[in-house]
């Protein structure tokens, strides 16, 4: 696979702290241990700053290439999943429960592998600030540091990302323009009926056919309402009510998650989801209330980052191992909250065939690490060169 030649040259090292990282792996806004590996490693590559402790345990470098010029935020993930690891690798999660089965523990070697080569190089003008961010899968560590000024603090003007992707071949990088990820809800509906003897329902108001008629006309909300040019899932995922064979209960809950890739459709839906179930609701002669809970926002890539990136990537693998009319994911992202800030783009990495993301199975390869360093540290060299 192309690579840096530099980065190639401490590719075991890369092994090494990814491997490291792999093995103790920490959740959410607890990635003490993990962010204290990184500091260690970035003062040994002599980054010229580094800030601790931003949403907890986030971590962000600095590295001054030569002359003024704008500073280029770069973005990995630290934070693992509450999985328990089924392989026996040598470097087998040593904590219970929890597993890097999203492979972020080689996206922060990869932003690793690209500090230690910018720090010692500085092929760039300007800076170039690492952003290592806990609590992606779920909590939105992203968004923590975001609103702790991540962007104005470091004078951040655009920002770049990327995930490990298996099933696709290594060492190729795909991406796409606008949407690229999706938006996340999630909904809790707790319908109000009145408890009566099943065998006397004309006594009661029963809250499951009433769930049952909002379940049926929820699943109209992405045939009849959405534009059938856009994307947009509504999943009930829990439906909970009774005890017994011979009681109509009080209550019925039913719950699930909404996913678009259009900030128009989600708030359509949500505003459906609630229309429908407070009025079928009422209509049936009992009550409905909705919580609705907006999570990740969709992952929308600025354009012409995205034709930069392809660019950066097509110098680097070659075009015939580059694509930027990738399908959108429905699956959500964090990273979407520095986007909502600052234009950038977000690209994904293939690591070969390899078990699925979340998977108790998955591994990271670590033998694409050196081309995701290279691609980082292209992407900083190329967009700001040295002004000559
Ligand atoms: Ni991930």
């Known amino acids: 696979m192309p690579v840096i030649n530099r980065i190639a040259e401490f590719h075991d090292d890369m092994k090494a702290w990814r491997q490291h990282l792999h093995a103790h792996p920490e959740l959410l806004f607890e990635t003490r241990e993990t962010a204290k590996f990184v500091v260690e490693r970035l003062r040994e590559f002599g980054v010229d700053e580094i800030v601790e402790g931003m949403a907890e345990n986030g971590v962000v470098a600095v590295i001054k290439g030569q002359g003024d010029g704008p500073v280029i935020g770069l973005r990995a993930d630290m934070d693992a999943l509450p999985i328990q690891e089924v392989r026996d690798l040598p470097y087998k999660s040593k904590h219970e429960g929890k597993m ?24 760039f003008s300007g800076s170039v600030a690492l952003i290592f961010q806990p609590a ?80 049926v006309a929820m699943q109209t909300i992405v045939s009849r ?12 995922t829990k439906f909970h009510a009774g005890t017994a064979h011979n009681v109509i209960p009080e209550e019925a809950m039913l719950s699930g998650t909404v996913r678009t890739l259009d900030a128009g459709v989600r708030d359509r839906i949500e505003a459906r989801l609630t229309e429908l179930a407070t ?16 999570g990740y926002p969709v992952t929308v890539c600025d354009p012409a980052s995205v034709d930069f990136a392809e660019e ?14 990738r399908e959108p994911e429905m699956g959500s992202e964090d990273f979407s909250y520095l986007l909502e800030e600052r234009p950038g783009a977000y690209v994904y990495l293939g ?35 040295i002004n000559r």
């Open 100 to 123: 890097h089965a999203c492979g972020h523990d080689g996206h922060t070697t990869m932003l690793l592998g690209a500090a230690r080569y910018l720090a010692e190089t500085r092929n």
């Open 225 to 236: 309402n959405v534009d059938p040019i856009h994307a947009g899932v509504v999943s009930i």
């Open 279 to 294: 009025s079928i609701a009422s209509g049936m002669g009992g009550s409905a209330e909705v919580t609705y809970i907006r």
């Open 351 to 385: 690591i070969g065939e390899a078990a699925g993301l979340h998977h108790p199975e998955y591994d990271f390869n670590d033998a694409v690490s050196p081309v995701g360093a290279s691609y980082y540290a292209k992407l900083v060299e190329t967009a700001q060169p």
């Open 136 to 215: 992606e899968e779920g909590g939105g560590g992203g968004r923590v540091m975001c609103e702790e000024g991540l962007m104005e603090r470091f004078g951040i003007t655009q920002v770049y990302g990327m995930h490990n992707w298996p099933g696709m071949e290594a060492g190729r990088i795909e991406m796409r323009p606008g949407p690229t990820m999706a938006s996340a809800d999630t909904f809790d509906i707790v319908v109000t009926g009145k408890g009566a003897h099943a065998a006397q329902p004309d006594r009661g108001i029963d809250p499951i056919a009433i769930g049952m008629q909002i379940g």
């Open 312 to 325: 950066v990537a097509n110098n680097l693998v070659g075009p015939e191992n580059v694509s930027a009319n």
